[in-house]
Nanobody
Framework: VQLQASGGGLVQAGGSLRLSCTASGRTFTNYPMGWFRQAPGKEREFVTAVIWASGRTYFGDSVKGRFTVTGDNAKNTIHLQMNSLQPEDTAVYYC???????????????????????WGQGTQVTVSS
């Protein structure tokens, strides 16, 4: 499977953006998927993960209540809806997938970037104050 992220851009604080991640090669609902972000000079940070098999979603504490994630089966795409954006949300956002036969169904697993073995190219989100 290959992942293509899109939808980044420049937005003012308080605004919204929707990122998309399109999977090719395999049906995305077969695999857990996540979003991470990396700001300049900082480590990559967990944003959200969705486990289609169980319907569970996880969110990082810094985005909880502001970001949501949905899937579009027809387009093999997941969307990250980001509301109430703040300058600290500025980062390159990456989508990723766990393309493995087995995985651990626990939050700690999906918040760990090393659990993901397929990554998209990243899309820049810049929030101005």
């Amino acid at each position: 499977v290959q992942l293509q992220a899109s939808g980044g851009g420049l937005v003012q604080a308080g605004g919204s953006l929707r990122l998309s991640c399109t999977a090719s090669g395999r049906t995305f609902t077969n695999y857990p998927m996540g979003w991470f972000r990396q700001a300049p000079g900082k480590e990559r940070e967990f944003v959200t993960a969705v486990i289609w098999a169980s319907g569970r979603t996880y969110f990082g504490d810094s985005v909880k209540g502001r970001f949501t994630v949905t899937g579009d089966n027809a387009k093999n795409t997941i969307h990250l809806q980001m509301n109430s954006l703040q300058p600290e949300d500025t980062a390159v956002y990456y989508c990723a997938a766990v393309v493995k036969e087995t995985y651990v169904s626990a939050r700690y697993y999906f918040t760990d970037e090393t659990s993901y073995n397929v990554w998209g190219q990243g899309t820049q989100v810049t929030v101005s104050s």
